[in-house]
T-cell receptor
Framework: AQSVTQLDSQVPVFEEAPVELRCNYSSSVSVYLFWYVQYPNQGLQLLLKYLSGSTLVKGINGFEAEFNKSQTSFHLRKPSVHISDTAEYFC??????????FGKGTRLSVIA | NAGVTQTPKFQVLKTGQSMTLQCAQD?????MSWYRQDPGMGLRLIHYSVGAGITDQGEVPNGYNVSRSTTEDFPLRLLSAAPSQTSVYFC???????????????FGPGTRLTVL
């Protein structure tokens, strides 16, 4: 079985400050890792994904994430956030042909 | 491509009523899934399908039925709605993952269901 733990349920941060949203996973097999973003009253949009290869993955809107196999982590980072980044962020994992397993989400609030 | 479409966008039911949430995709994806989203719980898998005629249960299947008669459609049925089923429901689809191909899930816009 696979599981995902998002370590922070809410993260407030000032505009133009850096942010890190933490995600740890558990799996007995090799995994694919994803970050999704959900803006208020909208569906989920893929930010970035890790399949294999380089452990640093760049996504849309200036976000990046680093896969760390030894620590079973896939933390999401952005060097300078904007008000428009206010949203809920979900980390998810699967093993290819298995359904996605999601974390409980981290609500990022950017303060002007 | 319209991607993944869901109808209705909003629905209010009384306890005991039945209804079907519709989901369709035009990307010829083999995999389709239904999730429910509740505050502080993330997205939890209800049912999924790996192809026409094949369905399986997810983490929270009780109170829901599904069928997959075509590749395009994956309806979710509530036979007797309960207040505990008040939630936002998302349908998703993806290609079958093979070597070198991404198993990225595409999500519909969601259905907000309230059961009184």
């Amino acid at each position: 079985a696979q599981s995902v733990t998002q370590l922070d349920s809410q993260v407030p941060v000032f505009e133009e400050a850096p942010v890190e949203l933490r995600c740890n996973y558990s799996s007995s097999v090799s995994v694919y890792l994803f970050w999704y973003v959900q803006y208020p009253n909208q569906g989920l949009q893929l930010l970035l994904k890790y399949l294999s290869g380089s452990t640093l993955v760049k996504g849309i809107n200036g976000f990046e994430a680093e896969f760390n196999k030894s620590q079973t982590s896939f933390h999401l980072r952005k060097p300078s956030v904007h008000i428009s980044d206010t949203a809920e962020y979900f980390c998810a994992v699967n093993s290819g042909n298995t359904p996605l397993v999601f974390g409980k989400g981290t609500r990022l609030s950017v303060i002007a | 491509n319209a991607g993944v479409t869901q109808t209705p966008k909003f629905q209010v039911l009384k306890t005991g009523q039945s209804m079907t949430l519709q989901c369709a995709q035009d990307m010829n994806h083999e995999y389709m899934s239904w999730y429910r989203q509740d505050p502080g719980m993330g997205l939890r898998l209800i049912h999924y399908s790996v192809g026409a005629g094949i369905t399986d249960q997810g983490e929270v299947p009780n109170g829901y039925n599904v069928s997959r008669s075509t590749t395009e459609d994956f309806p979710l049925r509530l036979l007797s709605a309960a207040p505990s089923q008040t939630s936002v429901y998302f349908c998703a689809s993806s290609q079958r993952a093979t070597s070198g191909r991404v198993n990225e899930q595409f999500f519909g816009p969601g259905t907000r269901l309230t059961v009184l």
